[in-house]
């Protein structure tokens, strides 16, 4: 669920095939109330940032890069570590510390998002560095990749005869969740949420700040969730926006994402379907049924892609997922697919399917370090949202389980959406097989003892479902303040400026909204030129 901070198609989309990245998970994860460094952590907690000029033809030059070191395995802190990419826009004001980002996922990459988006933080100067990072497995930090798996897994799920046969279904994924621990290394049995806020409080340290003030879009609330209960005493001014679930398993995450997404692409096709240029014509009756067809048909018959690869319907689907994200990139996505739809041309639409990244896929595991931008596998985002979801999932359906569910899911599913419904299925057999993920943020993810943190809903929020912002809260306790954004689209930051400004208040000077306020739905839209903070 990244948040759609960009309405520029070429950044931060999920690649194409949801079910492709299956990770081998688990490893010692770390108690709550984590306030006091353990001894064999003090090297960690003793680093300073050392700032430097990113590298890199498209990043500003205004920008700073560093990085820290976080124990690979924090039960077993001397086994080897990894580096943390970091970013930061200094501070213009007085600067009052830090405030950190993360742009939601799982899988967003922190630093290459700050480089494209960080016009919308630039008030946030006034009071803070603006700090961003890759976390664990992400972008520069160590990333997780499927290599062959992706295809594997894709070749398994793309057509719907598939499903009918769920013992062969569920051996092929077998065999790609082996290919994504092959490809991905070390770094692999240790990513997940918990021990990202681990690291998000090296970071912190690091930075010299004695509270985390942190600002997490979708997943990104997630994150700071966790890390409000591993470090109740450490909580600065924390801002959520696109709240997360922390007690739905993955298989109702996908029924209301299915749910979600429909109903964008609803209003989607009433809006290009008044277009004469409408790759799905004009008559609004029977457009969503073309895109049915399109789906299906791709699926049977993918077309070629760049690089040798193969472009299907789940692949067209994934693009849809991001392109409907903000009515921003109608346009855009509407050129890409009367291109897809005419020519057979996928160049377009892969730059929503892949976050307009063409490199190959990568089997370099590195040794700790940061990797090179050029290296960071084309499949990372999408490797390390499974990777991460698993890790967060305590549930799994053996195989004889999920025969038996699997009629009624489907069913259940193709409900929801006859778009998006394969798509999110797949979500419940993404972790098939791989040791159980922690079951932390549902039992302790609770009744935070912390300063007052800011929860953001949107109502009409396709991604994070406004009543996952209800649930959150409380679940988090009276330290949860509630506002309630009656727009449209996931989050609130990029697309409300009303919105915008009370994060910006609360962050920079404190100033929380009263529990249960609201923005209008017919808020402006945030922009660089217009938005000034109150």
């Not at 160590?142 to 062969?168: F, I, R, W, Y």
């Not at 005419?342 to 089997?363: E, K, M, V, W, Y």
């Not at 649930?471 to 949860?480: D, I, M, N, W």
Request: aromatic share 6%; charged share 20%.
């Amino acid at each position: 669920m990244l948040a759609k901070l960009s309405t520029r198609p070429a950044v931060r989309r999920c690649a194409g095939t949801g079910v492709l990245a299956l990770a081998l998970l688990g490893a010692g994860l770390p108690a709550a109330g984590a306030d006091r460094p353990q001894p064999d952590l003090a090297r960690f907690y003793g680093q300073k940032v050392t700032w430097t000029a990113c590298k890199g033809l498209d990043m500003p030059h205004d920008m700073q890069c560093g990085k820290v070191t976080v124990p690979l395995d924090y039960a077993r802190p001397r086994a080897g570590t990894l580096d943390v990419a970091l970013a930061r826009y200094r501070a213009t004001g007085k600067k009052q510390g830090s405030v950190l980002l993360n742009f939601g996922g799982p899988g967003g990459a922190g630093v290459a998002g700050l480089a494209t988006d960080g016009e919308q933080f630039m008030d946030l100067t006034n009071g803070y560095d603006v700090v961003t990072f890759d976390p664990r497995g992400v972008g520069r930090s160590s990333p997780v990749s499927c290599g062959d798996g992706s295809d594997e897994a894709a070749s398994a799920t793309a057509g719907a005869a598939d499903l009918d046969h769920p013992k062969a279904l569920l051996a092929t994924l077998r065999q790609a969740a082996a290919e994504c621990a092959r490809t991905s290394g070390p770094v692999l049995p240790h990513i997940g949420t918990v021990n990202a806020a681990r690291d998000l409080d090296v970071i912190r340290q690091a930075l010299g700040d004695k509270k985390l003030n942190y600002l997490g879009f979708s997943y990104g609330s997630r994150l700071g969730a966790v890390y409000a209960a591993q470090f109740p005493h450490k909580v600065g001014r924390l801002a959520l926006d696109g709240v997360d679930t922390l007690t739905e398993p993955l298989s109702e995450q996908g029924v209301a994402g299915a749910e979600g997404q429909q109903t964008a692409l609803d209003d989607f096709l009433d809006w290009c379907t008044t277009d004469v240029a409408c790759p799905f014509g004009q008559d609004r009756r029977t457009a969503g049924d073309e895109v049915v067809r399109l789906v299906g048909a791709l699926d049977a018959d993918p077309v070629p892609a760049d690089f040798g690869g193969s472009f299907s319907g789940q692949d067209l689907v994934g693009a849809l997922v991001q392109g409907l994200y903000s009515k921003q990139l109608w346009p855009s996505l509407e050129r890409a697919l009367v291109s897809l739809v005419q020519d057979g041309d996928t160049r377009g639409i892969l730059n929503f399917a892949t976050g307009g990244s063409g490199l190959p896929r990568s089997g370099r595991h590195g040794n700790g370090g940061l990797v090179d931008p050029q290296d960071i596998p084309a499949d990372n985002l999408e490797a390390a949202l499974m990777a991460i979801d698993c890790a967060d999932d305590p549930d799994r359906p053996g195989a004889a389980q999920i025969a038996k569910d699997l009629k009624n899911l489907r069913a259940r599913y193709e409900q929801a959406s006859p778009v998006f419904g394969r798509y999110r299925l797949t979500q419940l057999l993404m972790c098939y097989g791989r040791p159980k993920g922690t079951d932390f943020i549902r039992d302790r993810v609770k009744n935070v003892d912390s300063a007052k943190m800011l929860l953001v809903g949107t109502r009409g929020d396709p991604a994070t479902p406004y009543r996952w912002t209800q649930e959150t809260a409380a679940r988090l306790g009276p330290s949860a303040v509630v506002l309630d954004n009656k727009g449209e689209g996931h989050t609130g930051y990029s697309s409300s400026t009303c919105v915008h400004r009370k994060i910006d208040d609360f962050l920079l000077y404190g100033s929380l909204p009263p529990s249960g306020s609201s923005c209008p739905a017919d808020g402006d839209d945030w922009s660089a030129t217009t938005h000034t903070a109150g």
